[in-house]
């Protein structure tokens, strides 16, 4: 999955910055840039990552297998606003839906 999301950065950030009128140097730094954070998702877990992190896994996976806010005691990510949870039930729905055909 990084991979996917690497060389897609990868390949769409030339373009769009070269589009743009962007000089070589600014594109090479933010593919240094893109690489750097690439490879720090590499050797980091989301706990590490952020302080919060696992609570915020916990939340969407509450709101994607219940389809309801969960209580805001359950988690320190569960007083969100409700965007963000409209948004995080159709992502991880999606990606079920996706998964069972």
């Known amino acids: 999955m990084l991979a996917i999301v690497f060389l897609s950065s990868v390949g769409v950030a030339p373009c769009v910055l070269g589009r743009l009128r962007f000089d070589r140097r600014t594109i090479a730094i933010v593919l240094a840039g893109i690489a750097l954070y690439a490879d720090y998702l590499t ?27 969960p209580v805001m005691s359950a988690c320190l ?25």
């Open 43 to 69: 050797y980091t877990s989301v706990s590490e990552r952020n302080y919060d992190g696992l609570s915020h896994v916990y939340y969407v996976q509450a709101i994607a297998q219940h389809l309801r806010l």
């Open 77 to 101: 990510a569960c007083g969100r606003a409700l965007i963000a949870s409209a948004l995080a039930i159709l992502t991880k729905a999606s990606g079920y839906v996706a998964a069972a055909t």
